[in-house]
């Protein structure tokens, strides 16, 4: 399928987490009109099975093929772990993910090559960051350390309380044993806990964003291939959900840091 440079990026989550990542792309790309597409109604992901995660990546995929999108931006990392390959088997378009952007901004930044990466159990059970580091470059080591709290913190508006500080002390202190360089922020809640991440780790250790990273990678990508919007519009942004749970506005402001603008429901 040939795309056009007027069509829109689409980027899916399993809930308000790839939200961030939309954020990062406005900033960076401020003309590009964006389809967000979380799915509500099933999250989280991180406690299903592969084969659910697989069967439900597919149906995000689908839908936001039919919208037309010019590039898929797999924005979850549980997803990203267990289902990259089924979207790109789908995808007639250019698709990118949040592991390989995440594990290219580490390559970049490490200086003596110990990177930590902090994640959902399910994505750091899948392996998929230091894989995904291992296949750029063999000599750098990799130390995982699941957070299980973090996403409900993040989501309870908990960003610099004294409970997610005690709860980043412990999940952290493993790693800085290993004396770890720099720490990759696996799940796209966890741009919001940077201020007290950096207090926690130091100055000495660099943090790594996957969303900023991933808008680098697709501002990179567009130009490269002929697709960036030649048009100085006000850009389009919608945002699909499957649910509109009770805190989903405020949750999702408080990733845009701004208002949500057209939300729709799907009902599959």
């Not at 699941?146 to 913190?153: G, I, K, N, W």
């Not at 697709?227 to 389009?236: C, H, I, M, T, Y």
């Amino acid at each position: 399928m040939h795309s056009s440079p007027n069509n829109a990026i689409g980027v899916f989550d399993s809930g308000v987490g790839g939200l961030t990542v939309v954020r990062a792309l406005m900033e960076r790309l401020p003309f590009e009109n964006i389809i967000y597409f979380g799915d509500t109604a099933r999250v989280p992901y991180g406690v299903k099975s592969v084969e659910t995660i697989r069967h439900f990546t597919a149906q995000i995929t689908q839908f936001l093929l039919q919208k037309e999108v010019k590039l898929l931006i797999i924005a979850c990392n549980t997803m990203a772990a267990v289902a990259a390959q089924v979207v790109r088997d789908l995808s007639s378009v250019p698709v990118l993910d949040v592991i390989e952007a995440g594990a290219l901004g580490a390559i970049d930044v490490t200086r003596r090559k110990q990177v930590g990466v902090i994640g959902t159990p399910t994505t750091i059970n899948s392996n998929a960051y230091a894989r995904a580091i291992h296949q750029h470059a063999t000599n750098i080591r990799v130390y995982s350390q699941a957070c299980a709290l973090f996403v409900p913190l993040v989501e309870e508006g908990w960003l610099d309380h004294e409970v997610t500080r005690l709860t980043a002390q412990e999940y952290l202190r493993p790693l800085l044993a290993q004396h770890i360089d720099t720490l990759v922020l696996g799940c796209t809640h966890y741009p919001l806990l940077i201020p007290l991440l950096q207090d926690t780790v130091g100055p000495d250790v660099r943090l790594v964003d996957s969303a900023e990273t991933m808008a680098q990678q697709t501002a990179a990508l567009l130009e490269q291939m002929g697709l960036a919007n030649p048009q100085r519009l006000v850009p389009e942004y919608h945002f699909y959900v499957t649910d509109v749970p009770l805190r989903f506005q405020a949750i999702g402001e408080r990733f845009m840091g701004r208002a949500l603008p057209n939300v729709h429901v799907v009902k599959w």
